[in-house]
């Protein structure tokens, strides 16, 4: 017969379970039952951009604990943050997920993903293969510098906002606002949608 565990247990290998850990634990019981939204932002300038987006929605989908509930439309854009010319142009996108992982495990599940398709680190801004950026995660803010949320830059990218704003235009970025909002603030000077192209939401 098993006994339950209860705090004052006689049997002296049994360890009262930390407070933290109960309180993880509970947390993730609770968002397994309550799957959150997510909206991640999908980028690429090296190689096939079109199909290393779809790979990566695709990869998403295949995830165990991740529904991709909604694909943007895909845009070119001229390369944020560098030197004008310095780079080749990429193509964004944005998808918007149902999930029950948490935070910590879709950031993983993300950087597993630019793995997949041979994302290397070397310079900040670096052009890349592919970039998965976790932009919101329901109503969570954080300050940490492995996982900050919402994304720190999100609201001053245009590759980010008019992607995000064509496939939820009443989304909010948690602490900044609604997305039309900030979209006004931007320039979408070199973000041009790309109507011939297309990302398909998996089946
Ligand atoms: N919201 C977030 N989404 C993805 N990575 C994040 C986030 N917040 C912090 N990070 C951290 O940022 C680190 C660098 O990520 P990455 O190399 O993708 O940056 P980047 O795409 O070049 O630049 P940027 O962060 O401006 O988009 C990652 O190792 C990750 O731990
Ligand atoms: N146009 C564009 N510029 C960028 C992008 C991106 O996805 N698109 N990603 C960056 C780092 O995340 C830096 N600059």
Redesign the pocket.
């Known amino acids: 017969m098993t006994r339950p565990f209860t705090q004052g247990s006689t049997d002296p290998t049994v360890q009262p379970v930390p407070a933290s850990v109960v309180e993880r634990v509970d947390a993730a019981d609770s968002t397994l039952q309550n799957p959150k939204r997510a909206v991640v932002s999908l980028g690429a300038n090296l190689g096939n951009r079109l199909e290393t987006l779809q790979g990566a929605v695709d990869a998403l989908e295949d995830t165990p604990g991740i529904r991709v509930k909604a694909v943007s439309p895909v845009y070119e854009t001229e390369p944020w943050?560098v030197e004008p010319g310095s780079q080749p142009s990429y193509f964004n996108a944005v998808a918007v997920l149902k999930t029950t992982l948490p935070p910590s495990s879709l950031?993983e599940r993300?950087?597993a993903v630019?793995e997949a398709f041979h994302r290397v680190?070397d310079e900040?801004?670096?052009p890349r293969t592919l970039?998965v950026?976790?932009?919101s995660y329901a109503e969570v803010r954080s300050d940490d510098?492995?996982?900050?949320?919402?994304?720190?830059?999100a609201h001053e990218r245009a590759f980010v906002l008019a992607p995000w704003h064509d496939v939820d235009p009443e989304a909010e970025l948690p602490g900044r606002g609604p997305v039309a909002a900030l979209l006004d603030e931007v320039t979408r000077q070199g973000v041009t949608q790309r109507p011939d192209l297309e990302l398909r939401l998996p089946e």
Do not use: Y
């Not at 510098?145 to 830059?153: A, C, I, S, V």
């Open positions: 943050g950031l993300a950087q630019e680190r900040r801004w670096g970039d950026d976790i932009v510098p492995q996982l900050t949320l919402p994304h720190p830059r």
